[in-house]
C-alpha cells in the first residue's frame, strides 16, 4: 500500500504558490469574468436537489445522475490514461450519457490542464466542474473565463470564514459549487453555509485511504433540497446501487469510467439502466 502522510497539506502548499504566480493577472481575470453569460446549470443537471422521502419509497428512487472524471493521472493510482485525448474521452461520456463533467485542471499531481476546459466546452454541451484545489478568488475569476460552469470547494482545504467567501465570489459569478466533505465536522461546516450541493469524498486526502461508507454515514446529515454526490471508489452497479440507498442523488466517478472499454455500458451499469 502506498503511504502518502498527509498528501492534502503538501498539495494546498503548491497551490498557494500557484496563487502567488496568479494574482498580478487578478484584475485582467476579474473584468473578463464579469463578461461572460453562458453559463450551464451544473444543479439542473444533477436533478435539481429536490430527493424523494416517501415512507414506502424512502430515498434514491430516481435514477442517479453521473458526473464523469476527464482524468489523466492521480496521485493515488499514478498514470490512469497514458494516451489521453481530453475532447475524445468528453466526448465519449457524452455519448455515454452522462449528465455533467468533471475536469481535472491541477498539473503537478493529476497531469490536468486549465486549457482542456475551453477546448472541452467547445465540442460537448455538458455543464463542466473545475476539479481542481481552490483556495482564492483569483481562482474562481481563472475558472469562469476557460469556460467552467462550477466548482469545486473543499471544506478541508479552507477556513469556514474562506469557504464562505468563495462561495460568495462563485454566485456572483454565476458558477454552482460542489462543496465536499470528508466527516462530520467537514459536514457541519457545509450545512452552515448556503451550499446546494454536498459531496462526500470517500477517499481521505490526508490519507488517500477509500470506504464507501464514508457516504453512508454522512448522507443521513443531508436535507431534502440539497443535491447529495457521493465521489471516489465507485468502480460497478452494486457500489452505486449502495449508494443509492444511503441518499446520493449523484455520483462523480473518473477512474472506473476512464479505464472502461465500453464507456455507454459502463455509464449505463453505473446508473442501473439498460445501455441504449
Not at 494574482?23 to 444533477?46: C, G, M, N, V, Y
Amino acid at each position: 500500500m502506498k503511504t502518502f502522510g498527509n498528501k492534502l497539506d503538501e498539495i494546498l502548499a503548491d497551490k498557494r504558490e500557484e496563487v502567488e504566480r496568479l494574482l498580478p493577472l487578478q484584475d485582467k481575470l476579474q473584468f473578463s469574468a464579469q463578461a461572460r453569460e453562458d453559463f450551464r446549470s451544473f444543479a439542473t443537471a444533477l436533478g435539481g436537489g429536490i430527493r424523494d422521502q416517501g415512507e414506502d419509497e424512502g430515498y434514491g428512487t430516481n435514477v442517479l445522475s453521473v458526473i464523469a472524471e476527464v482524468k489523466k493521472a492521480s496521485p493515488s493510482a499514478g498514470t490512469i490514461s497514458p494516451n489521453f485525448d481530453p475532447v475524445a474521452i468528453a466526448k465519449s461520456y457524452a455519448e455515454a450519457g452522462a449528465d455533467a463533467l468533471s475536469i481535472l485542471t491541477d498539473e503537478k499531481y493529476f497531469q490536468g490542464h486549465l486549457s482542456y476546459l475551453a477546448k472541452i466546452r467547445e465540442a460537448v454541451d455538458l455543464p463542466l466542474l473545475r476539479k481542481d484545489f481552490i483556495i482564492h478568488e483569483v481562482q474562481i475569476f481563472e475558472a469562469v473565463v476557460a469556460g467552467a460552469d462550477a466548482i469545486l470547494l473543499i471544506v478541508g482545504a479552507l477556513e469556514q470564514e474562506e469557504l464562505l467567501h468563495l462561495l460568495d465570489v462563485a454566485r456572483t459569478y454565476q458558477l454552482d459549487v460542489l462543496v465536499e466533505v470528508h466527516d462530520l465536522e467537514e459536514m457541519e461546516r457545509a450545512l452552515e453555509t448556503e451550499a446546494q450541493i454536498i459531496g462526500v469524498n470517500n477517499r481521505n486526502l490526508k490519507t488517500f485511504e477509500v470506504d464507501l461508507r464514508t457516504t453512508e454515514s454522512l448522507s443521513e446529515e443531508v436535507g431534502p433540497y440539497h443535491i447529495l454526490v457521493s465521489e471516489s471508489g465507485i468502480y460497478t452497479g452494486e457500489d452505486t446501487q449502495k449508494i443509492q440507498s444511503w441518499g446520493a442523488d449523484a455520483i462523480l466517478v473518473g477512474e472506473a469510467l476512464m479505464r472502461a472499454e465500453d464507456r455507454i455500458s459502463k455509464v449505463a451499469e453505473l446508473k442501473g439502466i439498460e445501455p441504449a
